[in-house]
Nanobody, 124 residues
Framework: EVQLVESGGGLVQAGGSLTLSCAAS????????IGWLRQAPGKEREEERE????????????YYTESVEGRFTLSSDKAKKTVYLRMNNLKPEDTAVYYC?????????????WGQGTQVTVSS
């Protein structure tokens, strides 16, 4: 059974930092792409989740959406089968439910598995 278990969300003031963790199990970690998407308040559909960052197993590159470039860092611990999203200089517009995602193809889309989500709230 595939499991993606997130932790590390919370409430933080603008300019602050948080680190999200995603512990993966039930699939070959090295072969899948893995990353984070977020769903902002008012966005109800899964299709409205925004890609934040992803590590592709196909080219070993890490991708970031433009709005988080330079502020967020995605890293992976293969021994622990865990990925971390370090978020610095957080802004109110980063407020969202953050979902860990795993992609069987090794590319950053489409998502095959989702975590349960963790809330990140940034106050101004």
């Amino acid at each position: 059974e595939v499991q993606l278990v997130e932790s590390g969300g919370g409430l933080v003031q603008a300019g602050g930092s948080l680190t999200l963790s995603c512990a993966a199990s039930g699939f070959p970690f090295d072969d899948y792409a893995i990353g984070w998407l977020r769903q902002a308040p008012g966005k109800e559909r899964e299709e409205e989740r925004e890609e934040v960052s992803c590590i592709s197993s196909r080219d070993a590159r890490t991708y970031y959406t433009e709005s988080v470039e330079g502020r967020f860092t995605l890293s992976s611990d293969k021994a622990k089968k865990t990925v971390y999203l370090r978020m610095n200089n957080l802004k109110p517009e980063d407020t969202a439910v953050y979902y860990c995602a795993a992609m069987r193809s090794g590319y950053c889309q489409p998502v095959d598995y989702w975590g349960q989500g963790t809330q990140v709230t940034v106050s101004s």
